[in-house]
């Protein structure tokens, strides 16, 4: 009796939410595309393990990807072990291209449904450019369940265009309408390339959502918080990168990861780390 009652009890708290998770680590991870215009320790074959181990130190629960092309999430795939990836090439929807990927460990997160979707007139139609953009840009989501928590949350990623504002605002906006229409906690990453400054960025705070490690760092000057260093490990790039958060959640910490190894850096890019609590 007492045996059944217990499982009664922690049976309801896990329904209600009630027990007490692990907070909640976040990436945002622009990887750098394989160029032939990276070479010594720029080009990817140097840089798959650093990268792979960042990810590994770092312990992250989901991650956002960009410039991950099919090989690059190969490679990851084979060094980090408990993850499972998500989303699609961006030239045919199936393995073509860049993905915009979500990964998750699988210990923690039961997947319950996702979908890549292209930023143009027609998300439906795989690479499909509409608005000035001559790069082809998607977004990939999931939904999630959290085994930790008993709850569920959406996780968006997206790589918004290089050039073309006209392309960056209306793929902020079509992102944000399909956000609008989730219930419950939601997450977005990405390489949104804009300052914040940028008027996009007023649109996604408009909607409720928080910029995680600006809400941590409000005092750290532009020259400081640069995300975007071209393998120089600068800290006065631009800071293009960033972590999104709805008021489901708590707010623990934030940081730029700016870890090297031997003068090199696994991206051009710093990751974003968020650490939340539900």
């Known amino acids: 009796m007492i045996v059944k009652a217990m499982a009664g009890v922690v049976a309801g708290m896990l329904a209600t939410g009630m027990m007490q998770a692990k907070p909640l680590r976040v990436l945002s991870y622009n990887l750098r595309y394989i160029t032939g215009e990276d070479r010594g320790a720029k080009a990817w074959p140097e840089r798959r393990d ?5 990810i590994r130190s770092d312990d992250a629960d989901i991650i956002g990807i960009q410039e991950g092309l099919p090989q690059m999430m190969d490679d990851l795939a084979a060094r980090l072990n408990g993850y499972a990836v998500i989303g699609v090439g961006r030239e045919d929807g199936i393995d073509r291209g860049e ?18 979707f292209w930023l143009s007139d027609t998300p439906a139609v795989p690479n499909s450019c509409t608005w000035g953009n001559t790069v082809t840009r998607i977004c990939t989501w999931a939904k999630l369940y959290d085994r930790e928590s008993g709850k569920t949350l959406h996780f968006f990623n997206t790589h918004l265009d290089h050039a073309s504002a006209e392309a960056r605002q209306k793929g902020t906006e079509l992102i944000l309408s399909r956000i609008a229409g989730r219930t419950g906690p939601v997450l977005l990453t990405g390489d949104f390339n804009a300052i914040e400054a940028d008027p996009l960025h007023t649109a996604i705070k408009a909607t409720g959502l928080i910029d ?15 995300t975007f260093h ?3 490990g600068a800290k006065d790039g631009a800071r293009i990168d960033y972590v999104y958060a709805s008021s489901g959640f708590k707010v623990e910490n934030a940081a730029i990861v700016r870890s090297s190894k031997d003068g090199n850096y696994p991206s051009d890019h710093y990751p974003v780390r968020a650490t939340l609590d539900w």
């Open 50 to 54: 650093q990268a792979a181990e960042l």
């Open 99 to 116: 993905y915009a990927a979500i990964l998750v460990k699988t210990d923690r997160f039961r997947i319950q449904q996702s979908e890549t």
């Open 212 to 226: 995680v490690w600006r809400s941590v760092h409000p005092d750290t000057p532009p020259e400081e918080g640069g």
């Open 230 to 232: 071209h393998f120089t």
